[in-house]
């Protein structure tokens, strides 16, 4: 569906802003299909960190990597 492509682009598009979000969507299982594809975007966030947080504040790093450490430790 060309709907669901273009929301997840735009998803990919946002880079780390989206983290928090699609971390939601990978808990609330609203269908198994969004989370998948929330899960997809996430995997990609983490093999480009470092580059999606270029554009991120100090703050917002510290928020994103504070989620990180909570999901390791479960």
Do not use: H, M, N
Not at 50 to 72: F, K
Request: hydrophobic residues 40%; glycine residues 6%.
């Amino acid at each position: 569906d060309r709907t669901r492509e273009a929301a997840t682009k735009t998803l990919g598009e946002l880079g780390s802003a989206a983290y928090p979000d699609l971390r939601r969507v990978v808990a609330e299982r609203p269908s198994e299909e969004a989370a998948e594809r929330a899960e997809r975007l996430l995997a990609d966030l983490q093999r480009k960190p470092y580059q999606e947080w270029a554009g991120l504040s100090l703050d917002q790093v510290r928020e994103v990597r504070a989620i990180e450490v909570l999901e390791r430790v479960g």
